[in-house]
């Protein structure tokens, strides 16, 4: 007889099993057992759901169809918080050898070693340099995956953990333990990330390194493009641990393939300072051939005892610490330093470099930021540079080698005019970079038409950058809405287009004319407004018009603007040019209006002049319907909580708003109350 504890425990892990299964098999198209299995692992939840109506999980995959919705590359601004049940903890660092035999004296006081007894038992790892996850495994399946936040509260990436193909849904073997934490490093490889940004493209999507490309893709809410990006997961520790006894790395090592982990790439032993020095030295000669990015070694006391016994520090454990590389570094041949001309009309330096290979990467350009940052390190054109990269795209020039200077070097002077455009250079007062201020000069208008049609702003399909090159250079484009005048048999005369590709791109530019306007906002490319601050923007000033009039005092009530954002929109919106181009992207027919808000301030009803927030799971209701039905009711639906802010609607798992909410006195409902409000508003 099966108890109803035993029972209770079957539905989870048969719900688990469930959404692991649609998920291989709607999402990554690749299944693992026939629909058979399927069929019979369903029913027997659905029997068990019959017998205990009220422990049926809402989110329970018997009442659930498949994924239906089109891939859309969008990223997380806040995951649902997940605490940890153990604290998730870094690692101090060591960055010589003579601070390793710091902590190593430390180690052998705390564990009260006298001065002839050998040095404990240690292990060395690799240092990953990527993003730490944590993955819950209950009964042997994957339950829940979270990255590591502030130590004690992370944030929920289970779907894009799912996707990762050395992380097993389901530990092999006879027998797993009832819960099992790991631990690791999520990372791209080397490889992946540069095809990862090739396959990008425009600059302003690039990823940084591959450790922002790996904390992206964790962050990406649909998981078909999260699997599209080839994360590795390496294991290296153990949260909490039930039904098993995992006491030293090498237990954990040995346990990892048999659960169907890859084996961690690089573990030795090593039980002296002498031989943790030599490692050392080793895996620094080679870390370039790895296929992926180490910033150093992590030495641990190896066994459960003796690292109870060294204890915690506040944040990080006596037992480990991270022995880190120098950035890598090359010598090579400054050719030249050429200006470029930013969207804005920043004149930005940028050293031409005789390529070198650093660190199983290709350097032929490195940022220098401003004139200043030149003069400050004496470059001159023709010298040989110390040139370092640590995991960054744009490496730094470090210093001259002076000494291998023979004379033939050149002074570089910043020019006095716009290399593009020939204006005269100007310095914005207490700003080091200079600027061009031609909203003419041809490399400024394609910088503002490659932010307008990149894939974050108003995403036009088929709009790179070598068609924005000729349309700017044949004079076809110098605004954004120009691009709504184009026509189809003039773009077909453009090199490497033809009349299918100029009729995909005028209807491309069609489709953006549905973009929400919070999209549109972005693309015009204000300064200080990106992504999030426009959808915020939106939320509080419903409309271009709105938008226009509203004063720096008005914005800055907005969450999260301040007054540089304020100023900087009131600026732009000020200009009679960018007044103009408003207007005729409003003819085009581009949409200046957020959707659904004329219901939102035209709507009587029993929430009428009410601001909500909502945040957490609903029990009943989806994001959309509930606020759905708050604007219906009259109301207003807004991201975040402020002074604003009448109303916090929360669900399961309610963050950081709700605290806010607390914290300024809001008052916070779950839904039975929203109903109950409504409903008795609307009673006779
Ligand atoms: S052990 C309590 N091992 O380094 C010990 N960490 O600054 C915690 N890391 O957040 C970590 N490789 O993400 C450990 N072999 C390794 C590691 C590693 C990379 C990261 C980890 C942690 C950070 C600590």
């Not at 990255?147 to 389901?170: H, K, M, N, Q």
């Not at 954002?565 to 200046?592: H, N, P, Y």
């Not at 609903?618 to 109303?647: C, F, H, M, Q, Y």
């Amino acid at each position: 007889m099966s108890s109803e504890k035993d029972d209770l425990r079957r539905m989870r892990v048969l719900g688990a099993q469930l959404h692991q299964h649609n998920f291989r098999y709607h999402i990554l198209d690749d299944p693992q057992i026939s629909d058979a299995e399927y069929d019979r692992l369903l029913r027997e939840l659905q029997q068990l759901e019959k017998h205990y109506p009220e422990s049926i999980d809402p989110d329970s995959p018997s009442h659930k169809v498949g994924a239906t919705w089109e891939p859309e590359d969008f990223v997380a601004d806040r995951l649902p918080p997940v605490e940890h049940a153990v604290p998730m903890l870094s690692l101090e660092n060591a960055m010589a050898p003579e601070e390793l035999q710091e902590w190593l004296n430390r180690v052998r006081k705390g564990l009260e070693l006298d001065d002839d007894a050998p040095d404990p038992p240690m292990t060395v790892e690799y240092k990953f340099d990527g993003v730490a996850v944590s993955i819950l495994y209950e009964d042997g399946v994957l339950v829940q995956a979270a990255t590591r936040g502030d130590g004690f509260t992370g944030e929920e990436v289970t779907s894009a953990v799912r996707t990762i193909r050395s992380v097993p849904g389901l530990l092999r073997g006879e027998t797993p333990p009832t819960t099992i934490e790991l631990r690791g490093e999520a990372i791209l490889k080397t490889a992946d990330f540069e095809a990862l940004n090739a396959a990008r493209g425009d600059d302003e999507n690039l990823f940084a390194n591959p450790r922002n490309a790996a904390a992206g893709t964790l962050r990406q809410l649909d998981p078909r493009i999260a699997a599209q990006r080839p994360l590795d997961v390496i294991i290296y520790g153990v949260g909490q641990q039930h039904g098993i006894d995992l006491r030293s790395q090498q237990d954990l090592f040995e346990m990892l393939p048999r659960w169907g982990f890859d084996a961690t790439p690089f573990f030795r032993k090593a039980s002296s300072g002498e031989e943790l020095l030599s490692l050392y030295e080793d895996v620094l000669e080679s870390r370039g051939e790895l296929p992926f990015e180490i910033d150093g070694l992590v030495i641990k006391v190896d066994g459960a005892k003796l690292r109870e016994k060294l204890g915690m520090r506040a944040r990080s454990p006596r037992w480990a610490v991270a022995l880190k590389f120098p950035p890598h570094q090359e010598t090579t041949r400054l050719l030249d330093i050429q200006v470029q001309v930013g969207r804005t009309g920043a004149l930005t330096p940028v050293a031409h470099l005789e390529p070198v290979q650093i660190g199983g990467v290709t350097v032929s350009r490195a940022g220098l930021h401003n004139p200043k940052e030149i003069e400050r390190k004496g470059l001159m054109i023709g010298d040989t540079v110390v040139v370092q990269r640590a995991g960054d795209v744009i490496p730094q020039v470090v210093k001259p080698v002076e000494s291998l200077r023979d004379g033939s070097e050149q002074e570089f002077h910043f020019p006095k005019t716009c290399p593009v455009c020939d204006e005269p250079v100007w310095y914005p007062e207490e700003e080091v970079i200079p600027h061009c201020q031609n909203l003419q000069c041809p490399d400024q208008i394609r910088g503002r038409i490659e932010h307008f049609a990149a894939r974050r702003a108003l995403d036009i399909d088929g709009l790179g950058e070598k068609l924005i090159d000729q349309l700017v250079s044949e004079g076809m484009v110098k605004t954004p809405s120009d691009l709504y005048r184009l026509e189809t048999a003039r773009v077909a005369t453009l090199d490497r287009m033809a009349q299918k590709s100029a009729e995909n791109l005028i209807a491309a530019l069609e489709q953006t004319k549905q973009r929400p306007f919070a999209r549109l906002l972005h693309a015009l490319g204000i300064r200080h407004v990106g992504e999030r601050v426009a959808e915020l923007i939106v939320e509080s000033q419903h409309d271009i018009d709105t938008l226009m009039s509203a004063s720096v005092e008005t914005l800055e009530q907005i969450d999260e603007v301040g007054p540089a954002i304020a100023a900087s929109v009131t600026d732009f919106f000020s200009r009679e040019s960018v007044r103009q181009e408003i207007e005729s992207l409003r003819d085009a027919g581009l949409k200046m209006k957020a959707e659904g808000s004329a219901r939102a301030t035209d709507a009587e009803g029993p929430l009428s002049g009410l601001t909500v927030v909502i945040t957490g799971t609903l029990p009943n209701l989806s994001r959309d319907e509930a606020k759905d039905v708050i604007i219906a009711a009259g109301g207003k639906v807004t991201a975040s909580v402020s002074k604003s802010t009448d109303l916090l609607l929360a669900g399961d798992k309610a963050g950081s708003k709700l605290e806010k909410a607390e914290k300024l006195g809001v008052e916070v409902i779950d839904e039975d109350q929203l109903r109950q409000r409504i409903s008795d508003a609307q009673a006779p």
